[in-house]
Each structure stands twice: as C-alpha cells, then as structure tokens.
C-alpha cells in the first residue's frame, strides 16, 4: 500500500514570502515515481514535476524548487517570492510504475498569499 | 503539448437523467485514461482506470452500473452518469497518460455536475 501525506491544510502567507509545502510518502517499492500538481481555483490540475525513485537532484524551476530526499520519504516543495497567482491548492502524489500508473494522492495544501 | 480537454465544464440536470461527459487528449495518444471525482475541499478519488479497447477497472465501491466508462479510441473516453441523483452532484476530472512520457498523467480541466 501506498500513501501520501501532506500535513499542512492551509497555509497562508504574505506576497513575496517564501512558502515550503511539505510532502512525506509511504512505499514498499524501490521503484516508483513522485509528482506535484497545482489546482487553481478554476479546477483544472497543472502538472508541475515529476521525479523517479532513483534520481535526488533537487530541482529549480523558476521559483518553484524541489527538495527530493529519500532518506526522509520526503518530496518538499518551495515557491520563492510568491505571487497572488500562486494561490492554489497543490497536491503530492506517489506513483508505482508498471500496469495504469495509478496515482495516490495527499489531501492538498491550499496556499492562500496575501497581497 | 500533452492537452486534455473535458466537455461539457459543467451541468444542471435534472434527478434520473443520464449525462455524459468528454474526455480527450489532443495533441497525443492516451492509451489509458482516468476518471476521478473530487468533493470541495478533498482530494481527488479515483473512481476507474480505463484502457483503450478494453473494459474499464472500476475502484472498490464504484458502481460500475452507474458511471459508464467507454474508451473508444486512443484520444476520447466518456464517463456516463447514469440515472443521476442529487448526491452524484460532483466535479468529475479525467487524466491522460501519455505514450511518450509513460508515468506522467495530464488532467482535464473538470466538469462541474450538479442534479436537483
């Protein structure tokens, strides 16, 4: 069985602040896939990242960074300097591979920045 | 690229009625589809894996009988709400994988049902 917690329910911070949304998973696979989202309040689900098992570089994608640490079971998550635009609700998600890539998926942060 | 799009965005009906809702993938070929419905504020719950040419896997739970899976062709899936009631009043969100970038799925944008 597989499961994805994202502890933070809301999290509401002040434009330009720095946010951390933080991502702990459960697998017995060596082998599996991790995954941000991004639902903003029109609903529709943006893919952000993907990253596999095997590869713990961190990532940086303009302000978005990735804190990939196995050791902890933990995909962390930074947006730098947020933005309104930024308000959304963002959802972890933990894949194995083989058969449909099914996903589980964390309850969600919404992310609330105030202008 | 990796577009999915979903038709109608929302419906009104009314109790008993069947709608059907649309899920493509536009710009590539999805050889598996997703369908999920999500309450407000909760994450989203897969309800069936669906497989080109073949019968959908429905999640524990779902009745099969009631939420009609077709997955035609390699770029539409349909979802039937079958005798619709007030309490399948949902938003209802399908995903595509992607042939090229096989562990990745791409999501429509929703649709919103709401039966009175």
């Known amino acids: 069985a597989q499961k994805v917690t994202q502890a933070q329910t809301e999290i509401s911070v002040v434009e330009k602040e720095d946010v951390t949304l933080d991502c702990v998973y459960e697998?017995?696979?060596?082998?599996?896939?991790l995954f941000w989202y991004k639902q903003p309040p029109s609903g529709e689900l943006v893919f952000l990242i993907r990253r596999n098992s095997f590869d713990e570089q961190n990532e940086i994608s303009g302000r978005y960074s990735w804190n990939f640490q196995k050791s902890t079971s933990s995909f962390n998550f930074t947006i730098t300097a947020s933005q309104v635009v930024d308000s959304a609700v963002y959802f972890c998600a933990l894949s194995e591979p083989g058969g449909n890539n099914r996903l589980a998926f964390g309850k969600g942060n919404q992310v609330v920045v105030i202008p | 690229g990796a577009v999915v799009s979903q038709h109608p965005s929302r419906v009104i009906c009314k109790s008993g009625t069947s709608v059907k809702i649309e899920c493509r993938s536009l710009d590539f070929q999805a050889t598996t589809m997703f369908w999920y419905r999500q309450f407000p504020k909760k994450s989203l719950m897969l309800m069936a894996t669906?497989?080109?040419?073949?019968?959908?896997?429905?999640e524990q739970g779902v009745e099969k009988d009631k939420f009609l899976i077709n997955h035609a062709s390699l770029t539409l899936s349909t979802l039937t709400v079958t005798s619709a009631h007030p309490e399948d009043s949902s938003f209802y969100i399908c995903?595509?994988?992607?042939?090229?970038?096989?562990?990745?799925?791409?999501f429509g944008p929703g649709t919103r049902l709401l039966v009175l």
């Open positions: 995903s595509a994988r992607s042939g090229v970038t096989q562990e990745t799925q791409y």
């Open positions: 697998t017995r696979d060596t082998t599996y896939y």
């Open positions: 669906s497989n080109e040419g073949s019968k959908a896997t429905y």
